[in-house]
């Protein structure tokens, strides 16, 4: 999920690319058959290299950070 999120995410910034690296730390388990609100954002673009950052919550709670990657 989060591979896809953040692909699409710097494309939509009208950024091009593949990943070279996906870092996830894990803050919580992520619940099965729960809705989930994932969020990202270009925090970082200069030349060729591109950071693009992102979260996971439920959506009952979307404050409370389940999975952050980079």
Do not use: N, W
Request: hydrophobic share 40%; proline share 6%; net charge neutral.
């Amino acid at each position: 999920l989060m591979d896809q999120l953040l692909g699409s995410t710097a494309i939509a910034a009208g950024l091009r690319g593949m990943t070279v690296r996906l870092e996830l730390d894990y803050r919580g388990p992520v619940p099965l058959s729960t809705p989930l609100t994932l969020q990202a954002r270009v925090t970082e673009a200069a030349g060729r290299t591109c950071v693009v950052t992102g979260t996971i919550a439920t959506t009952a709670d979307p404050e409370r950070t389940l999975v952050e990657a980079r």
